[in-house]
């Protein structure tokens, strides 16, 4: 049994469907979660300011006694990952793996299509990955730049005329490439899971990076015997990098719960 918490982090606060996905598949760990909302999106930024940012969430994490790491960004899980698990001496899962794992097996005609930020689509590592894992896949990778602003912003109901024509926009071309699955490269688009799905259609199959992950993580702390006590009820702890007032309603929408506690602001720039 060990009792210390995990870190997740994200840009923004998208990590937090991943952090909805570990309170249902690992209750009992406690979590810390960092948002790094005063640089979101991540998405359009170098490779060099990506890991940058991403050494300073991790050494704001690694200031906790942690046991590991969920990079719950497909940015910095697809660009700096390698980079990140050199440098630290605890176990990290990235979203790229365990999603691309997912939609290898539940392919039936081995067309699989990747959503994602710029950054992510630029990087190639979902199409490598998928390659390694089954040569024969044809991959079609799409960025969607504006999904993670206005997902930020709450734009990401039905039937918001905005949200739904971007979707369309983005969304058509890569369903005519006949794909039966798709991959959510990012954990904000699990909130835009609805509208998505009424675009590709009943035969496509939507793959959650935030979901895969923390099955992942799972089958890695019991591995390394690492789980906490299965008795136990975990608590989760946010922080931000920007202003706090806002962060319970917004943090509902992504934890499709009422959030009863806000988050700590913290200065991201001292790390």
């Keep these: 049994m060990d009792i210390r918490p995990i870190g997740v982090f994200d840009s923004g606060l998208g990590g937090l469907t991943a952090v909805r996905s570990l309170r249902k598949i690992l209750p009992e760990e406690d979590l810390i979660y960092f948002g790094d909302t005063s640089r979101v999106?991540?998405?359009g930024?170098?490779?060099?300011?990506?890991?940058?940012?991403?050494?300073?969430?991790?050494r704001f994490l690694r200031s906790f006694d942690l046991k590991a790491i969920l990079i719950a960004c497909g940015?910095?899980?697809?660009t700096s990952l390698p980079t990140l698990r050199a440098e630290n001496d605890l176990?990290?899962?990235?979203?790229?793996?365990p999603t691309c794992a997912r939609a290898a097996a539940v392919?039936?005609?081995?067309r699989v299509g990747i959503i994602a930020t710029q950054a992510s689509v630029r990087a190639g590592a979902y199409k490598e990955t998928l390659a390694k894992l089954d040569g024969d896949i044809e991959v079609f990778a799409k960025?969607?730049?504006l999904f993670v602003p206005l997902v930020e912003n709450g734009r990401f109901r039905t039937g918001d005329v905005v949200i739904e024509t971007i979707a369309r926009e983005y969304l058509e071309p890569m369903r005519q490439?006949?794909?039966?699955?798709?991959?959510?490269?990012?954990?904000?688009?699990?909130?835009?899971?609805?509208i998505i799905a009424d675009v590709m259609g009943p035969d496509v199959e939507l793959v959650s990076a935030g979901e895969e992950s923390a099955f992942e993580l799972k089958r890695m702390l019991k591995a390394q015997e690492l789980r906490n006590s299965e008795s136990r009820q975990g608590e989760a702890t946010y922080y931000v990098s920007d202003r706090v007032e806002s962060f319970e309603e917004t943090a509902s929408w992504f934890l499709q719960e009422d959030l009863r506690h806000?988050?700590?602001?913290?200065?991201?720039?001292?790390?």
């Design 91 to 97: 176990p990290m899962v990235g979203v790229v793996e």
């Design 107 to 110: 392919t039936k005609n081995k």
């Design 143 to 145: 960025a969607c730049p």
């Design 262 to 271: 806000g988050a700590n602001q913290i200065d991201i720039d001292r790390y």
């Design 75 to 78: 940015t910095v899980s697809t």
């Design 45 to 58: 930024r170098s490779r060099e300011t990506i890991l940058k940012y991403a050494r300073q969430d991790i």
């Design 177 to 194: 490439t006949r794909i039966d699955t798709l991959i959510l490269g990012c954990t904000h688009y699990p909130l835009l899971t609805e």
């Design 41 to 43: 999106p991540y998405g």
